[in-house]
């Protein structure tokens, strides 16, 4: 188990351009999350998945964001006509059906110029 | 307006004392708390939590209590050992509601050798 993995690292892109992130959870996961993150902040909850299910939005998700997770195994986070305000780090985070805990993947670093 | 504060951005301990880490939280919905470490680079990793039912939880050298009633929940690291240098969030959750986690902005620990 390589536990939850992010895909890319790193992503830098000029306002305007859309961006797309992968998340692959722990394999056994069925629920799956996506978070945001500013500097001197904790993570701010974006989505949340139970298997290919989107079941819950914050109103953070502005409709510039989507999230897909097609088949329930990996998520994908879209930002269209990025903007300077977007740049953030991505956390996803996978957990079991019924429990609280959060495995978290490393974090995907988004700069927008 | 935060649900979740952690009013001190940063500790530093000697290694071998206690290090006390402090949250605290206004919606009194809030019904399950964890704590989470951060490395520089990596995700947040999962340490310790504790329900609404009990007001105090221990695992090894980690000790989480919790005063519903004065809202405010703390985290114990005794003896504290310079790998415990990390920050430290805290979360909340309704259970009943989602699977939304409010996060606290974190404390930097910095255990002294």
């Known amino acids: 188990d390589t536990g939850v993995s992010q895909d890319p690292r790193h992503k830098i892109t000029k306002r305007g351009q859309n961006v797309t992130f992968r998340c692959d959870p722990i394999?056994?996961?069925?629920?799956l999350y996506w978070y945001r993150q500013t500097l001197g902040q904790g993570p701010e909850f974006l989505t949340y998945?139970?298997?290919?299910?989107?079941?819950?939005k914050s109103r953070l998700l502005s409709d510039r964001f989507s999230a897909e997770r097609p088949k329930g195994s990996f998520s994908t986070l879209e930002i269209q006509r990025t903007e300077q305000g977007d740049s953030a780090m991505y956390l996803c985070a996978s957990s079991f059906d019924g429990r609280f805990e959060q495995f978290f993947g490393p974090g995907t670093r988004l700069t927008v110029l | 307006d935060q649900q979740v504060k952690q009013n001190s951005p940063s500790l530093s301990v000697q290694e071998g004392r206690i290090s006390i880490l402090n949250c605290d939280y206004t919606?009194?919905?809030?019904?399950?708390f964890l704590w989470y470490k951060k490395y520089p680079a990596e995700g947040p990793t999962f340490l310790i939590s504790i329900s609404s039912i009990k007001d105090k939880n221990e695992d090894g050298r980690f000790t989480v209590f919790l005063n519903k009633s004065a809202k405010h929940l703390s985290l114990h690291i005794v003896p504290s050992q310079p790998g415990d240098s990390a920050v430290y969030f805290c979360a909340a959750s309704v259970r009943n509601y989602g699977q939304n986690f409010v996060f606290g902005p974190g404390t930097r620990l910095s255990v002294l050798p």
């Open positions: 394999s056994e996961h069925n629920r």
């Open positions: 919606n009194s919905m809030f019904d399950y």
């Open positions: 998945f139970q298997n290919e299910a989107q079941l819950e």
